[in-house]
């Protein structure tokens, strides 16, 4: 068997002229790969006499490994010149977006950790509803003026119920009345939808809504807890007014204004004492039980803490707006 002598010098100069890792595989597999000489001169080694077999295995290892050591140090050449570039670890990493909590995800749960540390419970409720729930519950007849105030959202409904967007957190009070245990301190944040639209009015918008009942509670118990809100929200002593209103489920019920610099009183929140019959209808017995209530617009609580003037700013998906809000 003849040991071609040139081979080593054959494949280094071939390999000066590899361009890429592809060329590079295939020089090296016509050298080193199954059908190679090297490789196929092992397998005839067998045919061979023995004194001559040593001496050829021999010279065959030998120049297997320098094949291989030859295309082991050329292999670091060809990834320079390749189009992957090496990977440098040590480079900066690229900048990437970082999301944050959305304005008025934040502001909820500002609100949300005040009561909480009360002891409100918090429910989320059903966004899809009942008129029972919605407003019979809530002291609104059939046809009662009030429901025009709301401009609901009604769902076609196949079944016998009729079904709508609720107006209103209000609905969870209902629920947690019929459901929970008494007494109740709960809170319940999320949103809610009115066919309305403009600078300050938006079809979907999100409420928290507070419900207290409990024995021997007061108005005053009402207005100790929502002037203690108001000025731990805003971080100052506010100046805060109760103006007597009507909701067709508190009597009395009021409207909180709060003084806000410039622009003077501004309306932020309804409230009052659960009317009799919103207790009767949930099966409470109004000798021993009373209650209080509260509903906070969570957009308009926003706008005032961060000075956003248009409420639909918060929707825009806008990033040069939301970016103002970082974690
Ligand atoms: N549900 C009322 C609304 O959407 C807000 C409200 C007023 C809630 C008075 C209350 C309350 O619990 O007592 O306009």
């Known amino acids: 068997m003849q040991i071609p002598q ?63 050591k030859l295309f082991e140090t050329s ?12 990977l440098d670890v040590s480079l900066p990493a690229d900048p990437f977006l970082v999301g944050s909590e959305h304005p008025i995800t934040k502001i909820s749960q500002k609100i949300i950790n005040y009561f ?7 429910f989320s409720g059903n966004e899809i509803e009942t008129d029972f729930y919605n407003f019979e519950a809530l002291n609104f007849p059939e046809n009662h003026p009030a429901r025009q105030m709301h401009d609901t959202f009604y769902l076609n409904s196949s079944s016998k119920t009729e079904y709508l ?23 319940s944040p999320g949103r809610v939808f009115r066919c309305d639209s403009d600078t300050t009015h938006l079809p979907m918008f999100t409420q928290i809504e507070g419900l207290v009942v409990d024995e021997d509670v007061t108005f005053g118990d009402l207005k100790g807890v929502l002037i203690d809100f ?15 209103s009507y909701f067709p489920f508190t009597e009395p019920s009021a409207e909180v204004d709060i003084k806000f610099g410039k622009q003077g009183w501004l309306e932020i929140l309804g409230c009052g004492m659960v009317h009799p019959n919103v207790l009767n209808g949930c099966n409470i017995d109004t000798k021993k039980f009373r209650g209080f209530a509260f509903g906070m617009g969570v957009e308009r609580l926003a706008m005032l803490y961060y000075g956003v003037t248009d ?6 998906s806008n990033l040069d707006f939301l970016n103002q809000f970082p974690s």
């Open 6 to 68: 040139d081979l080593i010098e054959t494949a280094a100069l071939k390999l000066k002229s590899v361009q890429s890792e592809a060329e590079f595989f295939q020089l090296r597999a016509q050298y080193l790969g199954k059908k190679s000489f090297v490789v196929t001169a092992f397998s005839k080694l067998r045919d061979l006499q023995s004194d001559k077999k040593v001496n050829v295995a021999k010279e065959l290892n030998i120049l297997k490994n320098n094949l291989t």
């Open 75 to 86: 292999i670091e050449d060809i990834e320079g010149k390749s189009d992957h570039k090496k």
């Open 116 to 122: 909480t540390l009360l002891n409100y419970q918090i």
């Open 165 to 187: 967007l609720r107006t209103h957190t209000s609905n969870t009070q209902v629920h947690a009345m019929l459901n929970e245990d008494l007494p109740l301190y709960m809170l």
């Open 230 to 244: 108001l000025e731990d929200f805003f971080n100052e002593k506010m100046e805060v007014r109760f103006r007597p």
């Open 311 to 316: 409420i639909r700013e918060f929707y825009s």
